[in-house]
């Protein structure tokens, strides 16, 4: 029963954060469906620790009833999701066949034949157009035929480490606790205060103030945990701590999908296993700590900023902007190191770019505009307090 409520906030987080790329796209198209998967769970994740970060400042108590809009738009990400199935589904049937204009066949000898010729259509079809949507993320003829017998050996050797790799992080953040002093005193101690307490502290007088330990130090891991934990009904540790693990599988897709543009298949295997073999990920992955969160959160910052200079689309500047509130609300060194960053980033972007100045102010005012309504009334709420900002 635990494995299938852990699945059900994963899901709901995921959905979340596909419903928020979909809308944010606003029918054009801007992502491959794997590249908003691979986006959807990190920003559904940084949503849920936003929302319950603001119903407490707003002075409701974080119980599972509190939580009844995020299921809300979980159910807009089915939705969508049914869209997206539905005009697919619309490649198979011509227009006459859809508006039912063709008429039923009534002789059962007659029917027979029909049918199993649109069973085989349908067959083939079917099959060409998932053929499609792989080739959109992988392609057959790049990925193997054209490589030679080394390369094919090299592949295989790289796939089977990074299985064996996430499957080794997988069984120790399931069976080992946390055991590094950042994770056990900060993030699932504070995750711990705020779930049993079913609030947020906003007494700085009040030992557990934030959470308690590390009171300057973001909230957003810790409150997702407490999302898990919420919904599997208790607090459950190597469940939890698989937070980080599926960060880190969203962020190798999402480098895997983005370098299809710039290079081959086998560097873009090669790239992820080179990142998966640094100790720190490995380690990272699950121990409890928020290093793998925060990386995720800035490398769709920059990946898409990067992406927004190439396709101009302004929209993407709107997932940009909070996923830079997202590392600020994870960890300081988001606020202090990266944020400057990636203003430096886009305004280099902004000056080179081949968009007239009206249009250049319209997008500086939609990043801007979106990292203050995101992150803003964290950094206030530091301010008020007086919390130092590293």
Request: proline share 4%; charged share 15%.
């Amino acid at each position: 029963m635990n494995s299938i409520l852990f699945i059900i906030s994963i899901t709901t987080t995921a959905l979340i954060g596909f419903f928020a790329v979909s809308v944010t796209e606003r029918n054009k198209q801007i992502f491959s469906l794997p590249e908003k998967f691979a986006l959807s769970f990190p920003l559904g994740a940084g949503i849920i620790a936003f929302y319950l970060f603001y119903i407490s400042i707003l002075g409701f108590n974080i119980t599972i009833i509190s939580t009844v809009p995020l299921f809300m738009l979980g159910m807009f990400g089915i939705l969508k999701l049914y869209q997206i199935r539905q005009s697919s589904n619309n490649l198979f049937f011509s227009p006459q066949r859809r508006r039912g204009a063709e008429k039923r066949p009534t002789d059962s000898m007659s029917l027979t034949p029909r049918l199993r010729v649109s069973a085989v259509n349908f067959y083939f079809l079917r099959m060409n157009q998932l053929r499609t949507r792989l080739d959109s993320f992988v392609n057959y003829e790049e990925c193997w035929n054209k490589h030679s017998w080394i390369k094919r050996a090299l592949l295989i050797l790289f796939t089977i480490t990074i299985v064996w790799k996430l499957s080794f992080m997988f069984f120790n953040a399931i069976v080992i606790p946390p055991i590094f002093d950042d994770a056990i005193t900060c993030w699932s101690y504070k995750a711990k205060v705020i779930y049993f307490n079913k609030s947020i502290e906003m007494n700085p007088d009040n030992p557990l103030f934030l959470g308690g330990a590390y009171s300057l130090y973001p909230l957003a891991p810790s409150l997702f945990r407490v999302w898990i934990a919420l919904i599997m009904g208790g607090w459950h540790e190597g469940y939890i701590q698989l937070h980080s693990l599926i960060i880190l599988v969203s962020l190798l897709l999402l480098i895997f999908i983005n370098l299809k543009e710039y290079t081959s298949f086998f560097m873009r295997v090669l790239s992820c296993y080179l990142i998966i073999s640094v100790p720190l990920f490995s380690t990272h992955a699950y121990a409890g700590y928020a290093d793998i969160i925060l990386s995720c959160y800035i490398t769709i910052c920059f990946i898409l900023l990067m992406k927004w200079y190439f396709t101009k689309e302004n929209n993407i500047l709107i997932i940009a902007a909070a996923s830079m509130a997202m590392a600020i609300f994870t960890k300081n060194e988001g606020l202090v190191l990266y944020l400057p960053a990636a203003l430096i980033t886009f305004s280099y972007y902004c000056y080179k770019v081949a968009m007239k100045l009206d249009e250049k102010v319209k997008a500086v005012s939609l990043y801007i505009l979106t990292l203050c309504i995101v992150a803003g009334p964290w950094i206030v709420f530091k301010i008020v307090y007086n919390i130092p900002l590293w």
